[in-house]
């Protein structure tokens, strides 16, 4: 059966399994059921019933007994006291012919006709003997002794009767209890034959129904995955396995279009790749050109300009010697702008090796290098406890040495103060640098980070514009970010950096 033609619902399989066994189950539990009620009442019979029947009867054959034995011993002997038998076999009598009432040996019965002709025997016997024991009477004559011994016969014979049916009723009731039995044995051999059955037929089901499509689907989906992504998948069995392997083929369709979409990227992205490989070829061209054949010239015009200007330094009015000043200027700025682009292009594309350093010893290599800049503007500098840090060392140094220097650059009235700290934030451990200076509009604070762009004019603060980009493009290229605080009191610059994961601590 295939996904497109669905069978039952696994539900529904094993609705049918379970409302069939429940059947066979309920019918095999009501069987035991009847069986052990009529155990139950066959037992109850012989034990309550046919037993203290046997039990009363065989007292009333006793006290019968005892009483025939006491009217013989006083006929002979005439003396009182031999009739203590005779007198408590009398009550015996009749508690045990009250008992077989209550047993059930009542007129109408079987067993109460049988009790009835000993009662009468016995009444008969008794009606005899009786003159023989009254004070005073004669001695007994062979002929009432005959006439006694007859009566008491006719009292044996019924009690044999009553007691020969007894026996039969106790045999016919230990019959009945062993057939209830030996059906409720049968019954409970077949109920446990049944479930095994039960369990058989559950668990071939179950393989038919549902672990085999499983297996059939699992196969399919082995093939798709290690042989031919491109065969389809159709499961079958019941409705859930058939939508099962509707949705893996669903899937594996998309994975295809998925993987048709990924290798149209890559060759893209091989495109884009072999295009940007040509651009940075162009880019190394660029900074050869940059580097050597841009900057002769310029060293030629501005030693020229210089030349110019101390020869005929006097002899040019003032507004020839201003034009002079100007090209030099021009070219000697050039000159540092191109120097500035050549670094900033550099950072990340001839990677060095990142080592762990101590952040404080490059610090300490910034300000060996800003040593003149601290001397002139009359700063101080102040850096607290730093941690080590992977970085590389010389990219590391100029993002202190551009931030410490703008500081001591972008100076107040007072001399510079700037300090210098870190702090760990999660993975990361965050520098701080903040100083006194003249401060910085909150709103400048994004486009300070772009390339040559200045707050201020040349004539009052020198530089290219360029220092704040290159720290940014070296935080970035160490996996960092940097930004201007803008809720600090002091002008402050952070940049967080990966802590170290061999010494992440200070």
């Known amino acids: 059966m295939s996904a497109d033609a669905p069978g039952r619902p696994i539900g529904r399989w094993f609705a049918l ?8 189950l309920l019918a095999a539990l009501a069987g035991g059921g009847i069986a052990l009620s009529n155990l139950t009442d066959a037992r109850n019979r012989l ?7 046997r039990l009363a009867a065989l007292q009333l054959s006793t006290a019968l007994l005892n009483q025939e034995s006491g009217v013989r011993g006083y006929q002979l002997g005439r003396r009182p006291e031999f009739l203590a038998p005779y007198t408590d076999g009398l009550r015996a009598q009749a508690d045990a012919v009250a008992q077989l009432r209550q047993a059930g040996a009542v007129p109408g019965t079987g067993i109460g006709a049988d009790l009835d002709a000993v009662v009468r ?16 009477a004669p001695p007994v004559t062979p002929a009432q002794v005959e006439r006694g011994r007859m009566l008491f016969d006719a009292v044996r014979a019924a009690l044999a009767t009553q007691l020969d049916h007894l026996a039969e009723i106790r045999e016919t009731g230990r019959a009945e209890l062993d057939t209830a039995a030996s059906v409720l044995t049968a019954l409970l051999v077949a109920v446990a034959v049944l479930a095994v059955l039960l369990f058989a037929v559950l668990l071939l089901g179950l393989r038919q129904v549902i672990t085999r499509p499983i297996l059939r689907l699992a196969g399919e989906v082995r093939q798709v995955a290690g042989e031919d992504i491109h065969r389809p998948v159709r499961g079958s069995g019941p409705r859930e396995i058939a939508q099962l392997g509707a949705d893996v083929d669903a899937m594996r369709r998309r994975i295809l279009d998925e993987v048709a979409e990924l290798e149209r990227a890559h060759a893209m992205l091989d495109k884009r790749t072999r295009e940007l490989e040509r651009s940075n070829a162009d880019l190394e061209q660029f900074a050869y050109v940059a580097s ?22 006097g002899l040019l009015d003032e507004r020839g010697e201003q034009y002079i000043e100007y ?11 191109i120097n500035d682009l050549l670094a900033f292009s550099r950072v990340g594309r001839k990677p060095g090796e990142h080592v762990v350093t101590d952040a404080g010893e490059l610090v300490d290599a910034a300000l060996a290098n800003l040593e003149v800049a601290l001397s002139l503007s009359g700063g ?11 970085v590389e060392p010389v990219l590391m140094t100029a993002v202190f040495q551009n931030l410490i220097g703008n500081a001591l650059k972008f100076r107040g009235e007072t001399p ?10 999660g993975d990361d451990w965050v520098f701080s640098v903040s100083d006194n200076g003249i401060g910085i509009d909150p709103e400048y604070a994004e486009r300070i980070f772009a390339l040559f762009q200045r707050l201020h004019t040349r004539t009052a603060y020198p530089g290219t514009g360029i220092g704040l980009a290159m720290c940014r493009r070296i935080v970035e290229y160490h996996g960092g970010r940097i930004w201007l605080d803008t809720e600090a009191d002091r002008t402050t610059f952070r940049f967080a950096v990966p802590a170290n994961p061999d010494n992440g601590d200070a």
Do not use: N
């Open 47 to 53: 034990l309550d019933v046919i037993g203290p029947q």
């Open 327 to 337: 090209a030099v200027d021009g070219a000697k700025r050039m000159q540092d702008l």
């Open 121 to 136: 025997a016995a009444a008969a016997w008794q009606a005899e003997a009786a003159p023989t024991l009254a004070p005073g």
């Open 17 to 24: 399994f379970a409302i069939g066994g429940a059947v066979l």
């Open 380 to 390: 101080k500098v102040d850096r607290g406890e730093l941690p080590a840090v992977r």
């Open 416 to 425: 510079p103060e700037v300090r210098v700290t870190a702090e760990r934030d």
């Open 292 to 313: 050597h054949d841009l900057q002769e010239p310029l060293r030629k015009v501005a030693s020229f300009c210089q030349l110019l200007q101390r020869r005929y330094q």
